[in-house]
């Protein structure tokens, strides 16, 4: 038999979140609440992108810069930034369609947001900075990949991995391949879900019409 034990009053409390928030701000409280609660990458968030026909794909990738610091290409706004090889299969599909969504997903929190919008390259000194920034073996395997195409044995990359080493190992610094970029999404839409206990969960989204547009929010069905 089911259990019909009455809801309890934590099950029946009203929203915690809030009407009118700043989503920025509401991010940031919940981003800094990953950084304690979750034990890997916390900035780990899903990208999904979508071919010139529609065929949507996702992958991992970590969050190099987020809030409404962020300047998406001087249109203001705040943003959210990631970083990849352009020439990837995930940088195909963005050239051919400027749009993606995030997903961050903090299960010990049993937390997720949702993000989506329009993308804006990073210019070229924030993409030299952020790939400078990087370990220097980071730099070599980004220089050495081309991401996404096929392999013929591991021995290959691995070979291009030393040749790469060795050409730069005395400046410290390998050059930041043109293709090696950083995007950053401008939001139209955030939407904050909390778990609660039998499904009775809590969402509110965020919506706007573009970078400078006001926010409109709203509470969502579970
Ligand atoms: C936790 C995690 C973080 C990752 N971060 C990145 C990243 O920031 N940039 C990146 O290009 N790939 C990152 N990757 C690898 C991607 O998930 C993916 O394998 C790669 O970018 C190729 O994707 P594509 O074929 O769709 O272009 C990450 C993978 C994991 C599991
Ligand atoms: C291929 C690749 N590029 C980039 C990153 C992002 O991390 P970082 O810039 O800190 O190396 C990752 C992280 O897993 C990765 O796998």
Redesign the pocket.
């Known amino acids: 038999m089911s259990d019909t034990t009455p809801l309890d009053d934590a099950q029946l409390a009203d929203s915690v979140l809030p009407a009118g928030a700043d989503p920025f701000a509401l991010f940031e409280e919940w981003f800094a609440a990953a950084q304690v609660g979750e034990l890997n990458?916390p900035n780990?968030m899903a990208l999904a992108?979508a071919s010139a026909d529609g065929a949507p794909?996702v992958?991992?990738?970590?969050l190099?810069g987020h809030g409404a610091g962020e300047n998406p290409e001087g249109m203001g706004g705040g943003g959210f930034t990631?970083?990849?090889?352009a020439e990837?299969?995930?940088?195909e599909?963005i050239r051919a369609n400027m749009q993606a969504a995030l997903l961050f997903h903090w299960k010990s929190l049993r937390r997720q947001i949702r993000i989506e919008g329009p993308l804006v390259e990073v210019s070229p000194a924030r993409a030299d900075a952020y790939f400078h920034s990087r370990p220097y073996k980071s730099q070599v395997g980004s220089a050495a990949s081309d991401?996404?195409r096929p392999l013929a044995q591991r021995q290959e990359y691995l070979d291009r991995v030393q040749q790469v080493w060795a050409a730069h190992e005395g400046e410290g610094q390998v050059p930041r391949p043109a293709h090696w970029t950083g995007f950053t999404l401008s939001p139209r839409r955030i939407e904050f879900w909390i778990d609660r206990d039998n499904r009775l969960h809590d969402r509110r989204e965020f919506v706007r019409d573009g970078a400078d547009g006001e926010w409109a929010d709203t509470l969502l069905y579970p």
Request: no cysteine.
């Open positions: 990458d780990a992108t794909s992958r991992m990738v970590l190099k990631f970083f990849t090889n990837s299969r995930k940088g599909q991401q996404s």
